[in-house]
């Protein structure tokens, strides 16, 4: 049987404070072994020793207690692929907050450096048949609605000669809070003529400025910054935007981590 061990050499010899012990124990995350029915005095066994300095260590991560929770009651070769789980987690809103930082720095210096903040290259695109979907909605909806219409679209083509280059969305008018679009998702498939029976059209060929973002990127609101450096550079380098603005995703997004490559931003151009 382990010795037991009073709360303050406990806390001592666990690098944890009195104080914190106290919040664990209320928390249900590290209860003592023994308390005394007179006076309540709380005993812990020397064995929960390497459990009190994993919870310590786990908050020096700043990770929320319902999450040391979940990882200390978790079987032993489970805990590592938590941890995986909630750091990639904490990496990817890391580099989401990057990158609004950065749009919010281009905002509040009236479009300073927005240029420079991308890339911007050119490309021809040929011409190419898409199976559609297209929507009116609003911002906080637009994600399910592409990752849901994709599917769809994707599904569908196999029936079609099957999806024959990246899908794309195109932007016919602004969706934010306010303004709904119209949304379009494509997907191009092998064939030479829109097929009959379902929603579908030519994607006429054309020339695009595109810029390429990673995952951590492609977050509302800093994607925008994006899509006003293209029109910028169009405009600087005397071209002018002859159709609506897509986003290319030619990535596996969901599989990508934060900091890979998954889309573009481009804007048809003359």
Request: aromatic residues 8%.
């Amino acid at each position: 049987m382990a010795r037991l061990l009073g709360i303050g050499e406990f806390a001592r010899r666990s690098r944890l404070s009195v104080k914190a012990l106290r919040l664990y124990e209320r928390q249900g995350l590290l209860r003592p072994a023994a308390v005394e029915p007179g006076n309540g005095y709380r005993r812990y066994g020397e064995d929960q020793l390497a459990t009190a300095r994993l919870v310590l260590l786990l908050r020096r991560l700043d990770m929320p207690l319902a999450v040391v929770a979940r990882i200390v009651a978790a079987p032993e070769d489970e805990r590592a692929r938590l941890l995986t789980e909630y750091w990639d987690a904490v990496e990817h809103r890391m580099a989401v907050q990057r990158g609004l930082a950065a749009h919010l720095r281009v905002v509040l210096s009236g479009g300073k450096g927005l240029v420079e903040m991308y890339e911007v290259k050119q490309r021809d695109v040929p011409e190419q048949v898409v199976l559609t979907e297209q929507r009116h909605l609003f911002q906080p909806a637009l994600v399910d609605w592409i990752n849901a219409s994709m599917d769809r679209l994707v599904k569908a083509a196999q029936e079609h000669g099957g999806v024959a280059d990246a899908p794309f969305v195109v932007y016919h008018g602004e969706v934010n809070e306010d303004s709904d679009g119209p949304v379009e998702a494509c997907v191009p498939i092998g064939a030479a003529q829109p097929p009959s029976g379902v929603a579908a059209r030519v994607e006429p060929a054309h020339r695009e400025a595109y810029v390429r973002l990673t995952k951590a990127q492609v977050a509302f609101p800093q994607i925008l910054s994006a899509y006003d450096a293209v029109a910028m550079w169009i405009k600087d380098n005397g071209h002018v935007v002859h159709d609506a603005p897509r986003e290319v995703y030619f990535a596996d997004f969901d599989a990508a981590g934060p900091d890979d490559e998954v889309c573009d931003i481009a804007f048809p151009m003359r």
